[in-house]
């Protein structure tokens, strides 16, 4: 194992050995078993993973705040600039948090205490380690968050959370965690439920505190980008232990372990490969499409009007996948909903197989419902858990008249397409995995034969290496039976392997669209541009010389 | 935050329209007649029918209900059929009792619950929240008035410690007030105890699942400030939603604690006019007891803009 | 295509274990069960007719014994173990007795309410323009305090069992829509409704096939609590004197008529309060087992 010291000097954080137990009654006894790594002064460490591989427990385990009851410290050591940290007292233990050891979260949104002034929750810091008076502390407070470059200090410091950006609250929380200047930051997967501009920021911010402070930083992520954009050294984590450690470089062009190997060759390139451009029939045909809410008014408040999408006009043939491309809120997953019409567009025409169904009413709807279908991001409420997998695939084909003897003989054949077992149809959802599930709402969108198949954020609740084989599964049935498909993600190397053709959206505004080599290679607008250029990891080139091990 | 008051009272005002229309379609539903009530048992259908033209019962419906929301508005309920005076000052007089018990029964049972959930939601799982659940359930589940009589006859009757019954109004002196007062609202709040003290354990349970007391520990904060300024604070809107909820249950508890302990207020006013059917009183009562609840729940709204910065006006 | 998803996943414990380890429902459970059987077993556990009224035995202590001619005129000795009302009535039957009409009320209010809410909700949750009229109506009657509505009901028709039992049905019936018509509404944002929507089934269908079945355990748990509430409201209307009847045994019936003399017979208030307490007690703990197995996001509502 690689312990070796950080660039300078006594490793701030030392692990050996570190495992912590689960409760008896799960499939695994341990969630880490003999975790050793360490992070030198000044270093950026990233622990890279995928779901279950024990990388958030390592951190919680650092920070001596593994839920109670749930998961115990059952050996190893930890060491914080070469104090012992797992015997400590709870006080001694509360005494290094915030002040020596810090820690940053996943959801800026619900990390903030939403009824208190941001400046009392970064003050908090001060108030529980220093002495200071409470005018020493509000200076303080403005200078560190003037250090984080958030906007305005003097009257942001007495806002509320809910009235700052995600970015800004995950700012709060790095001013917080940085007053007292500790030695070590833990940041368990901080930008992961940002938009991949603001995400961009706070990594530039983060590196910026850690190369100006001197903080060695533990970096929890599953995103090879994230880890290619930020990290010295890299930790990988599979199912609680320690694959392989090394710096950057050698983790993400000579990876050694074949698990490393596997995950990396997983990680979708941002250039897209050479496509020739479709010029098979128009499937669907959106034109001047348009979607407005407006709530509240006379009793319920002041009237708000929200333009979700705007004469959004978008072009799918057979045979091809276009992506809509945008962060949140730009009514990329408005338009897959009107297209599917699970909601009612307010303006603009759809027009599958050259009939508009914009405005049909259900009755009249219903027989067009067959030719779009649509799999949804959550694997896990996707299916009705109540039912068994049979009954889901077969409920459409059934409503459409076909027998159920039928119906369940191609669902059969439909499960063995998708890479299921076919007695898989008697079994209820929650014996399936979160691909597997994925791959039997794929099989329930076929059962209809549609001509169009929407994917909304399909793949982007999944593990890096089962996104690969469902993208896999989503190329080859589109080419199996000319379907189209319309591709929803904010994520750019999934969108520059699988589509076409790529529409980004803006505020409910499609700003460009293209031919996808031609957007990546050469995007007009501004913001296309700065969106490609937040994409995490886009100087480096995955996969690099491992292809002759696979 | 003028505006967001303005508009909950104008969200209020067709409630209380729709109580105003049931109550009054109840009261039409009757199969007795009230003018025949009224007349007594020796009347014949002459002073009936005059007595029915006198309180307007010939009218169509509809302007039988303008004429008596009309006249509620100016602060006319009309007349007691059953104490021959007026509804409105028949309320007045029995308001103070009424109040005095729930106003006391509400501050013990707020003193009382909801320390105790929140230490059974810290202690999740220990013999304290044991001991709080099962009392929880223990005390919903006993009526009201079995627990009153139970209190009467062990600390009134035998151990003399508290008068047996009755009422002394404030103006006769607070001790005497607060000694006949403090078994009725002991008994009244037992069941509120119940309920508030297990939805503040569920509320603080919540909150402490929340990511920012992760965040508060991880700042090493210590335990009781967790506890106070993060998962409290959060709480404190649940836990006064419920609190306003649970003002319609004090209300049928009033009711029947009143009758236990015989103290002359509003609910005792209701089960008397029940027996008499004595319809005006019954009308205005539950109008009062409703608009109290649904004035209740406002304020619970308004304070909500106190407790979290959240709510927009 | 290799399958290489082969994360293992534990079954679900059957929903039936679950609740046989609930020391709640198991509790909860035999209390209710004992008081289903005195009631359906009232005759032949030793009672005399409930209404009997018998002047020579008034106002008795528990345990008293009496001699007394039968329908035959043989005299036979008779012990009031629970002693006598100021009637004379044996108050060891009217309690017994009184187990049938609390189980009753309980019983058909908690079928009654939830047949009704069911619909009422389930029409609010579908029906858009229908939903905000029927739910301002529903404020309209949640903003009346449920006893007082239920005594302003009984005052209006004639005192009975009927009329008690709408009495306390009215009440309950807005609460049963609201619980309804959330399940309803986020039920229908879930990804497998509107996937059930795209591949073309039918509303009807949808509602019976995706929507019930998730209103079912709910349901189930709200029916318990609802039946402990008509329970209570049931003996404090007949405490109060404008419930059912006064020959009629019920607990509160029997309450009532102990009010009175107290202060020297306790025990008149004391028997029936026992097994009101402990009726209300086993269905509130079948209610909140139950809740915690089936439904654990749920909380009761005051």
Redesign the interface.
């Known amino acids: 194992m690689d312990g070796a010291p950080g660039p300078s000097g006594t490793p701030v954080l030392e692990l050996d050995g570190l495992s912590v137990a689960l409760p008896k009654t799960g499939d695994r006894t341990h969630a880490i078993d003999g975790v050793s790594f360490s992070v030198g002064r000044g270093e950026i460490v990233c622990v890279v993973g995928e779901s279950g591989s024990g990388k958030s427990v390592t951190a919680q385990a650092v920070m001596g705040l593994l839920p109670k009851g749930q998961l115990t410290l059952s050996g190893g050591s930890i060491r914080l600039e070469g104090k012992e940290v797992t015997t400590c007292t709870p006080a001694e233990l509360r005494a290094l948090r915030g002040a020596r050891m810090s820690m940053i979260f996943q959801e800026p949104m619900t990390a903030l205490n939403p009824v208190e002034r941001v400046g009392a929750q970064i003050g908090e810091v001060l108030e529980i380690h220093t002495s200071l008076s409470a005018e020493e502390r509000r200076n303080k407070v403005l200078d560190v968050m003037a250090s984080v470059h958030l906007p305005d200090v003097a009257s942001m410091i007495d806002a509320f959370p809910h009235q700052l950006s995600g970015g800004q609250r995950q700012r709060v929380m790095i001013a917080a965690a940085l007053v007292l200047d500790p030695v070590l930051l833990i940041a368990d997967e901080p930008t992961t439920a940002l938009d991949v501009t603001t995400q961009a920021q706070i990594l530039k911010l983060i590196a910026e505190m850690q190369a100006r402070r001197g903080t060695g930083v533990l970096f929890i992520t599953h995103d090879f980008g994230v880890v290619a954009e930020i990290a010295q050294r890299v930790v990988v984590m599979q199912h609680g232990k320690v694959v392989e450690i090394g710096t950057r470089d050698e983790i993400i062009s000579r990876p050694k372990a074949a698990y490393t190997q596997m995950l990396i060759k997983s990680v979708p390139s941002l250039e897209p490969p050479s496509r020739t451009p479709k010029t098979s029939a128009v499937a669907l045909a959106i034109e001047g499409l348009s979607k407005t809410y407006v709530s509240g008014g006379f009793l319920a408040g002041k009237k708000r009007v929200v333009k979700a999408a705007q004469n959004v006009s978008i072009e799918v043939r057979r045979g091809e996948t276009v992506g809509i491309v945008g962060e949140s809120g730009s009514g990329k997953t408005t338009v897959a909903r009107c297209v599917a019409r699970l909601i009612d567009p307010t303006d603009g025409e759809i027009k599958i197989g050259g009939v508009d169904v914009a405005r049909l009413r259900e009755s009249a709807l219903r027989p067009h419902r067959k030719h779009v279908q649509i799999v949804f991001q959550d694997p896990y409420r996707s299916l009705n858990p109540r039912r068994t997998v049979g009954a889901s695939i077969i409920e459409g084909p059934v409503n459409f008249g076909e027998s159920t003897a039928d119906a369940t003989r191609r669902a059969r054949d439909l499960m063995t397409l998708v890479g299921l077992q076919p007695d898989a149809l008697e079994r209820f959802p929650h014996q399936f995995s979160g691909g597997q599930r994925q791959r039997i709402a794929i099989a329930r969108a076929l059962a209809m034969e549609p001509r169009l198949l929407i994917a909304d954020e399909a793949v982007s609740a999944l593990d890096v290496s089962v996104q690969a084989q469902v993208l896999a599964l989503l190329d080859d049935v589109r080419e199996r039976f000319d379907l189209a498909v319309l591709f929803i993600t904010h994520d750019l190397r999934v969108a520059a392997q699988i589509c076409d053709r790529i529409a980004v959206m803006q505020n409910g505004v499609v700003v460009e669209h293209g031919p996808t080599a031609e957007l990546f290679s050469n995007a007009q607008h501004a913001y296309t541009h700065a969106l490609f250029a937040a994409a995490p990891g886009r100087g480096v080139k995955f996969g690099a010389g491992i292809e002759a091990t696979t | 935050m003028v505006g967001y008051i303005l508009r909950r009272l104008l969200a209020a005002v067709p409630v209380m329209g729709i109580v105003a229309v049931l109550v009054f379609l109840m009261l039409r539903l009757t199969p007795s007649d009230p003018a025949a009530i009224i007349a007594g048992d020796f009347a014949n259908d002459q002073q009936i029918a005059e007595i029915r033209t006198k309180l307007g019962l010939d009218r169509p419906i509809v302007t039988q209900f303008v004429i008596w929301v009309g006249g509620m508005l100016q602060g006319d309920f009309g007349e007691s059929f059953f104490y021959k005076k007026q509804v409105a000052a028949l309320i007045t007089e029995r308001l103070e009792p009424t109040l005095s018990l729930s106003l006391l029964a509400i501050v013990l049972t707020v003193c009382i619950a909801v320390p105790l959930g929140t230490l059974a939601a810290y202690k999740q799982g220990s013999w304290i929240d044991r001991i709080v659940m099962g009392f929880s359930v223990v005390g919903f589940s006993v009526p009201v008035f079995v627990v009153g009589y139970l209190l009467i006859y062990v600390l009134a009757v035998r151990l003399d410690w508290f008068p047996v019954q009755g009422y002394q109004y404030l103006r006769d002196g607070f001790g005497g007030w607060l000694h006949r007062l403090v078994l009725p609202a002991l008994t009244l709040s037992i069941v509120f105890v119940a309920l508030i003290a297990r939805m503040t354990r569920t509320s603080v349970l919540e909150v402490l699942h929340e990511d920012y007391i992760r965040t508060a520990r991880a700042k090493g904060q210590s335990e009781l400030k967790v506890l106070v300024r993060h998962a409290l604070a959060n709480a404190a809107v649940p836990i006064l939603t419920v609190i306003g909820l649970t003002f319609a249950t004090l209300i049928g508890g009033v009711v029947v604690t009143e009758s236990v302990y015989t103290l002359p207020g509003l609910g005792l006013l209701t089960v008397d006019a029940v027996l008499a059917r004595d319809y005006p009183t019954i009308q205005a009562v539950i109008l009062l007891f409703s608009l109290a609840y649904v004035v209740v729940n406002l304020l619970v709204d308004v304070a909500y803009t106190v407790f979290d910065p959240r709510i927009r006006y | ?12 414990a059957s929903v039936l274990r679950q609740l046989l380890r609930s020391t709640s429902v198991i509790i909860g459970g035999l209390i209710v069960g004992a008081m289903v059987i005195i009631g359906a077993l009232a005759p032949w556990l030793d009672t005399r007719d409930p209404a009997e009224v018998n002047p020579s035995v008034r106002n008795k202590l528990p345990g008293f014994t009496a001699t007394i001619r039968d329908d035959d005129g043989n005299k036979v000795p008779v012990t009031y173990r629970f002693g006598t009302d100021s009637l004379g009535r044996d108050i060891y039957s009217r309690v017994v007795y009184g187990a049938r009409v609390s189980l009753i009320v309980g019983l058909t209010v908690s079928l009654i309410s939830i047949v009704i809410g069911l619909l009422i909700g389930l029409i609010a949750g579908y029906v858009r323009w229908l939903d905000g009229i029927l739910m ?2 529903m ?11 239920a ?8 005192a009975g069992l009927f009329a008690v039992v709408v009495a306390i049905v009215v009440p309950e019936v807005p609460r049963v829509v609201r619980l309804v018509r959330s399940i309803v509404l986020s039920i229908r944002e ?14 009807p269908l949808l509602i019976f ?2 929507v019930l ?1 998730n209103t079912i355990a709910p349901l189930i748990v709200q029916g318990t609590f609802i039946c ?1 509430a008509a329970i ?1 409201i049931e ?2 209307l007949s ?4 419930g059912i009847p006064p020959e009629i045994p019920t607990w509160g019936n029997i ?1 009532a008529e102990g009010r009175t003399l ?2 020297v017979f ?1 025990q008149n ?2 028997y029936p ?1 026992i097994f ?2 402990v009726t ?2 086993g ?3 079948l209610g ?1 087992g139950l809740r915690d197995v089936l439904d654990p996001k749920m ?4």
Not at chain 3, 1 to 12: E, I, K, L, S, Y
Not at chain 3, 151 to 158: A, D, K
Not at chain 3, 239 to 242: A, K, S, V
Request: net charge positive; hydrophobic share 50%.
């Open positions: 295509m290799a399958v290489a998803d082969t994360t293992p996943v534990r079954p679900r301002r109506f404020d309209g009657l949640m903003a009346i305090p449920a006893i007082l509505l005594i302003g009901l009984v005052s209006v028709f004639r879930e990804p497998y409704v509107e996937s059930a929507i795209t591949v073309g089934t039918p509303t096939r995706h079945p402990a209570l003996a404090i405490f109060l004197g404008i309450m107290f202060r306790p208030i004391l309060g009101l307490a209300v007690l269905v509130n703990m909140d909380e009761r509502r005051g």
